[in-house]
């Protein structure tokens, strides 16, 4: 493995005892691990030849377990070997939400990314019948989500994600599109519209669309309006994304015994409630033969080969995987959903001197794609054969889905006789992590991103390392003919491509996955805004289940830095992000384990003065400084006031464990600010702050913004914050204000703050 290679294998997916103590020595170590856990699920007397098959396929990276499997096959830990969930559909009553919440911190504790319809939830405003109140609106309950997601870490070092939908007929769909507008707002969300057949004919033929909520018609808007509205949003935030989702439900092989409203965090795996998906890829890009000659060809036996051995190795870890919740469980094994892919599709297809989006191109991805479905459908009919159907087959209503129609008439044949062991089989998954394990090839069908560039590697200390990163078809052509040898037309990256590249490659692959694509279509910046919007127009035209673009923005930041030594005859532009993976987020740093603290750290002590109570609060941050950014390391909360001495040890240990682990520490400012005193709070400085625990979460995100973790915010401009969080004047003592009508007037009488001007009472 090269040096990033090995990092990542060390960081993610090596076994280590709890002490740090490698257990795995070496990466072949970690395959021996994870073929030996999914053979668990065969017969004793074939485990053994099992094992050694599914060793055989893990060699040289030529089949790629989705990062859950590889880190957790094998070590007893209680964690689940799925990528993908769908929770529950959410009732519309306060106390079925918060349980699907617990729901879902159960799932992402055990490091599933999991999928939420928020759909089912009235709109902002409806009565809400016998208690006399307003709803808050689904936003509002994913402002929930979004904090339990921003608390848990998800398995280990990794947060959760999720994804959110609603459909485009929900009265609060505007709001849901212009979410992300604010770039504090659902961070760990991924957002799509749920996009439906009649919507997109009603903005074909420009008519009035009705926003809807249980029969009742809230408001009505012409459908162009909506859908510019939802492409403005993504031309200028790069969200929400878009799911087609009656196409989904149509070309469902699954369709008659069960509804899917929601898809996993990346969109590629649409699934029902309580569904559950575990992924894997085949590495094109190491089943070509005789590379950048004229006899480059990809081995399609070889393929078929390899995807009947993968077939049975997603298979049986549904049966050796934990589920967190009986219900997901139930479902796995109703269904046996499995999702195998590709990756390393577009270095292939430069092994073979094709250039990625040329009509040649697409045609060798519909004869790979094909090669994997049919060896996919037959490996699972005749894993049926051996160790039965999925337990909801029903032979004449699979047989009549749209998917198994497509297939050679032999195939069908088996299905017909024996059943399928899987529901569903294939799926393209984002590969990010896995593929430069696998030597930084090209992740899913995503085109080459940058040949050669600069990574920041994160160290275990927290510290980083720079590595010279460069993709594995390139690296094999300088081998090859040299350094000094100009790129043929053939190696392209994703910034000279045009979006209709990207979108003839998704709608090519599409027509041979049974669930669905994660794909990003980038666009160049200077993109017009109505050529933009042509673009999601386009993808439902050409049958694609979904649609994800990304557009460079003010909002959107470059994570790999393009090496200054560029290849002879061509100039490398810098590389964004796609939307769907964040490497990096603005310098954040995360790490495996909390930093050790150095004899002597830098900081600042603030005062904070709360009216009710007699002795003021100091708190002190001090900070390290790490890579040449300054970032917050403890904390500490002091008073005199006694009674709270519990809460501020607790809330100094809780905080200063968060802050050693680092990673995007804002969460805990919002979590602070977002207290509300149920006696009520008290007015700073001319401002309302609502507890005492919010006074401490802006006297926390104030110092992240003076030592430059944290951007400075409008609002921040002047020292008017500072004051306000002090809550003292120059001139003297800070007046009293009640908390219902701002007066003066307030003062402690009979042991109880009351105002003379309104007779509120904080004691009833």
């Known amino acids: 493995m090269n040096p990033l290679a090995h990092q990542i294998w060390d960081m993610k997916y090596r076994l280590k005892g709890p002490d740090g103590t490698p257990v795995d020595r070496t990466i072949e170590d970690t395959w021996a691990r994870v073929a030996l856990a999914a053979a668990q699920a065969e017969a004793p007397e074939r485990r053994r030849e099992t094992a050694l098959a599914f060793a055989d396929a893990l060699t040289q990276h030529r089949f790629l377990p989705a990062g859950r499997i590889l880190a957790g096959a094998g070590t007893a830990r209680k964690v689940t070997l799925f990528n993908c969930f769908v929770m529950g559909r959410i009732p519309d009553d306060l106390g079925g939400i918060f349980s699907h919440l ?16 928020f759909s089912t939830l009235r709109p902002s405003g409806a009565a809400v019948e016998g208690v006399g109140a307003d709803a808050s609106g689904p936003i509002s309950f994913m402002n929930v989500w979004d904090s339990m997601c921003a608390t848990i870490m998800s398995a280990g070092t990794r947060r959760g994600a999720m994804m959110g939908t609603l459909r485009c007929d929900h009265p609060d769909i505007e709001a849901f599109i212009d979410a992300k507008r604010d770039p504090a707002r659902l961070k760990n969300f991924n957002l799509s519209v749920l996009v439906t057949d009649a919507f997109m004919e009603a903005v074909k033929e420009d008519r009035i669309w009705d926003l809807t909520f249980g029969g009742k018609i809230y408001r009505s808007l012409p459908a162009r309006e909506l859908w510019d509205r939802i492409t403005r949003a993504t031309y200028e935030v790069a969200e929400p994304g878009v799911i087609f989702i009656d196409r989904i439900n149509a070309l469902n092989n699954l369709s008659y015994c069960e509804t ?62 934990r589920f967190p919740l009986q219900a997901q469980q139930d479902e796995a094994h109703a269904k046996r959903r499995i999702g195998l892919g590709v990756t390393g599709l577009a270095d292939a297809l430069i092994f073979c001197r ?11 991805i519909e004869e790979w794609m094909q090669v994997l479905r049919n060896a996919s459908y037959e490996a699972s009919a005749d894993l049926a054969r051996e160790k039965g159907a999925f337990p909801l087959f ?31 089989v294939t799926s393209i998954t984002p590969t990010g992590t896995i593929s430069l394990l696998a030597g930084n090839v090209s992740s899913g069908i995503e085109p080459v ?35 000094e040898t100009a790129l043929p037309d053939y190696f392209v990256n994703a910034q000279e491509l045009q979006p209709h590249d990207h979108l003839a490659v998704q709608a090519a692959a599409q027509k041979y996955i049974d669930s669905s694509i994660s794909k990003t279509i980038n666009c160049p910046a200077e ?12 993808a439902y035209e050409m049958g694609c289940k979904g649609c994800t673009t990304y557009r460079p923005s003010a909002v959107r930041g470059a994570v790999l830095e393009i090496d200054s030594v560029t290849p002879p005859a061509q100039i490398l532009p810098p ?20 930093l050790d603290r150095p004899g002597a750290l830098p900081g600042h002590t603030y005062k904070v003065r709360w009216p009710d109570l007699d002795h003021a609060f100091y708190i002190t941050i001090n900070d390290i400084e790490q890579d040449g950014r300054r970032r917050p390391f403890e904390i500490f909360i002091n008073s005199k006031n006694m009674e709270h001495y519990a809460w501020t040890v607790a809330l100094t ?19 602070l600010k977002a207290v509300f005193d149920p006696r009520g709070g008290q007015w700073m400085g001319g401002r309302y702050v609502p507890s005492l625990l919010a006074a401490i979460g802006e006297v926390i995100e104030l110092h992240l913004v003076e030592i430059g973790f944290t951007p400075k915010r409008a609002e921040d401009e002047s020292d008017a914050k500072r004051a306000a969080v002090a809550g003292e004047k120059a001139e003297g003592a800070p007046a009293r204000r009640c908390p219902r009508c701002s007066a003066t007037g307030f003062v402690r009488l009979e042991g109880c703050d009351t105002c003379v001007s309104c007779g509120y009472s904080k004691c009833g």
């Open 102 to 117: 617990r729901e879902a911190a159960l799932t992402m504790q055990q490091g599933g990314g999991i999928g939420y319809d």
């Open 449 to 483: 991103f940058a040949y050669s560039y600069k990574r920041r590697v994160l160290m275990p200390d927290g510290t980083h390392r720079e590595e010279q990163v460069a993709d594995h078809a390139f690296e094999h052509f300088r081998d090859m003919f040299g350094a």
């Open 394 to 424: 029903d032979r004449d209503a699979y047989l009549s889905r749209p998917n198994i129609a497509q297939l050679p008439q032999h195939i069908r044949d088996k299905i017909a006789l024996h059943g399928m062991r899987n529901g569903l």
């Open 527 to 538: 993109i017009s805004f109505d050529a933009f919007k042509d673009v999601y127009r386009t």
């Open 575 to 594: 590389v964004l992000a796609p939307k769907r993976e964040t490497l990096e987020s603005g310098g954040v740093v995360y790490m495996t384990k909390p």
């Open 260 to 321: 899917i409203d929601s898809t996993n965090p990346c969109g590629e795996q649409p699934l029902p409630p309580y569904g559950a998906c575990l992924l894997g890829s085949i590495n094109l890009s190491q089943l070509v033969d005789h590379p950048f000659t004229d006899d480059a060809h990809l081995d399609t036996d070889a393929l078929a080969k390899l995807t009947r051995t993968a077939i049975r190795f997603l298979d049986n870890t549904i049966d050796v995987s």
């Open 354 to 364: 094709t250039r990625y989006g040329s009509a040649q191109s697409l045609m060798l």
């Open 653 to 671: 240990r809780m905080i200063s464990a968060v802050f050693r682990r680092g990673g995007d520490v804002n969460f805990i400012v919002e979590e």
